[in-house]
């Protein structure tokens, strides 16, 4: 079961290009990276996944190195209401218990 | 709203009471997962349907907590004899069968127990 670091919060301005970076040494062969937010009291909701180099939609984009032990969620030109919680999960498929949440970075966007 | 729809959004209870939510998934999607998150963590895997099965369960479902997903349709999450411990959102979310790890997730059922 692959576990995921990553930082408890960050600042950032409006406008500002946020880097948010997970880091996953014991991630498996047949493992995806699967970013989602949260807003207060609602359910989280799919931003972006990945399994190598760049993936790029209308959203964000992740970048994935060779050795797969780390991504970076980047959101370009950040408003208000990108404030959130961002979660990075390491996971198949093939197994739903292995889709774990762990404590998230809170996102805040200052104007 | 094609999305997954969850009832109740809110219930109080008190303490030893029995309570059923309900989950609508995604007409389409054949996973269904329940999650409890609590104040300032992550959601926390319960339980996951595959159709009508029920493939996995957590250790945190202890015996007072059962789900069902009959037809392989909506799916009910019961606790008996609520303690205060179990105060927490409870989330459900579906997926389709060979999508990687992309859940979609209901606006949740936030439980108080007194």
């Known amino acids: 079961l692959a576990k995921t670091t990553q930082p408890i919060s960050m600042d950032s301005y409006e406008g500002q290009e946020v880097n948010i970076t997970c880091s996953h040494n014991?991630?498996?062969?047949?493992?995806?990276i699967t970013w989602y937010q949260q807003f207060p009291s609602q359910g989280p909701r799919f931003i972006i996944q990945g399994y190598k180099t760049k993936v790029t939609n209308e959203v964000a984009s992740l970048f994935i190195p060779a050795d797969r032990k780390s991504s970076t969620l980047s959101l370009p030109r950040v408003s208000l209401s990108d404030t959130a919680v961002y979660y990075c999960?390491?996971?198949?498929?093939?197994?739903?218990?292995?889709?774990?949440f762990g404590s998230g970075t809170q996102l805040t966007v200052l104007p | 709203d094609t999305g997954v729809s969850q009832d109740p959004r809110h219930k109080i209870t008190k303490r030893g009471q029995n309570v059923t939510f309900r989950c609508d998934p995604i007409s389409e999607h054949n996973r269904l997962y329940w999650y409890r998150q609590t104040l300032g963590q992550g959601p926390e895997f319960l339980t996951y349907?595959?159709?009508?099965?029920?493939?996995?369960k957590s250790r945190l479902l202890s015996d007072r907590f059962s789900a069902e997903r009959p037809k392989g349709s909506f799916s009910t999450l019961e606790i008996q004899r609520t303690e205060q411990g179990d105060s927490a959102m409870y989330l459900c979310?579906?997926?389709?069968?060979?999508?990687?790890?992309?859940?979609?997730f209901g606006p949740g059922t936030r439980l108080t127990v007194l």
């Open positions: 349907f595959q159709n009508e099965a029920q493939l996995e």
């Open positions: 979310a579906s997926s389709l069968l060979g999508v990687t790890n992309e859940q979609f």
């Open positions: 999960l390491v996971g198949s498929s093939g197994s739903a218990r292995q889709l774990t």
């Open positions: 014991n991630i498996a062969t047949n493992d995806y």
